[in-house]
Structure formats: structure tokens, C-alpha cells
């Protein structure tokens, strides 16, 4: 598949997973269009449901509503909060560690771009995409299994390196539907597009899969 083909085909992606999926967002809760909670909730994602993580962040965040108060924490404190987690003790002097560089480096406010917020400590491409989509309204590629996973099952990309994908599907998706798209991928790869099975018989996709030319589940 050429360059223009894939650029049309994710466009009709687009189209198709709008229509499939509407209302599509953020399986994370937080209070709307605050960086910092979303900041916060994704960082403790990792390896974690998203389930156990809104079930963690409503004390979290009471406790520590802002960066300013994160950066005074004592370190104890938030591991406890956040213990259900797994992986509490990285985490929690993480999230000390992103509230005292976002208050001394940045004014207190969770930076607009990928470039600064992968310098946050615990803070990758993933999570900063997801940020800058979400918050800030930036074009974004949030590069989870879920999402690699259906690009290659597509034919849009034949890596599963996080960032040759990221940057493969820049090229290919609007900007303006990016974001949308890679939440209604993360529905997608957990209903019908799973890592178990593809079950292309319910797939929206169906009529243009990759797999139509010799993809084997």
C-alpha cells in the first residue's frame, strides 16, 4: 500500500470507527480539561487497569489537588494512597517528582507540548500524547497495544515500535481525528479487534483489512 493509499484509508478509518464508536473518550476519570489529573491518572496506568486507577485517584486527588501540594508530599504518604497500583514505589516518587519540576520548571502548569512533558520523571511518549490530545487539543497519537496492534492488522504500519508507529500514523491520519481515533482504538482492540483473536465478522473494518490479503489471526 502506497502513501496516498494509506492517507485515504485513514480517512475512511476515521469515518468508520466516528460512526462505530460516538462519544469515544478517555477510559481515565478526571475533572475536565485538568492536565494535571490526567497527568497524574495515566502515569499510574502503567500496568495497571484503568479500572483500579479511578478507584485510587478521588483520594489522591483530594489529598494533592494541584502540583504545588504533589511537590510538599512526603513520598510515604502517596505510596499509601496509591498502594493498589502495583508498582507503588516508583510511582509514588514519580508523581512527587512531576509535582516538584512542574512547580519549579513550569509555574505550576503541566506543559503543552511532548517535547517538555517526556522530561517529567515517569513521563513517556504515551502519556504525553494523551495529555496534548486530550487537554490541549493538539494533534496526538497515543501508542498503546491496543492501537499498534490494529495499525498492523490494518496494513498502515509492520512495526510495533511505539514510535515508528507514532510517527508512521502522524503521516497518515488527520490531525484533527488523531486523538478521537486512538480512543475508539482502544474500544476497538478490546471488543472485536482483541489480542487473542480478531473477530472479523463483527469488524467495521472488514471489507478493507489487511488481513483480506493473507493476514492470519
Partial sequence: M?????????ILACELFEREYTGAV???????GDAFQLLIATR????CTDARVNMVT????KRFPDAKSLADAEISEVEELIKTCG??????ADLVGIGKMITENYDGRVPDTIEELIKL??????TANLVVGDIYGKPAVVADTHFIRLCNRLGFVKTVDPLKVEREMREILPGDKSNGFCHRAVLHGRKVCTAR?????NCCFNEFCEKKLNYKK
Fill in 44 to 47: 499510574l496506568s502503567a500496568q
Fill in 26 to 32: 478517555c477510559s481515565l476519570d478526571y475533572s475536565e
Fill in 197 to 201: 483473536k480478531a473477530y472479523c465478522e
Fill in 87 to 92: 508498582l507503588y514505589k516508583t510511582k509514588a
Fill in 58 to 61: 478521588p483520594a489522591l486527588f
Fill in 121 to 126: 520523571p515517569g513521563v513517556g511518549r504515551k
Fill in 2 to 10: 502506497n502513501k496516498r493509499d494509506k492517507k485515504r484509508l485513514g
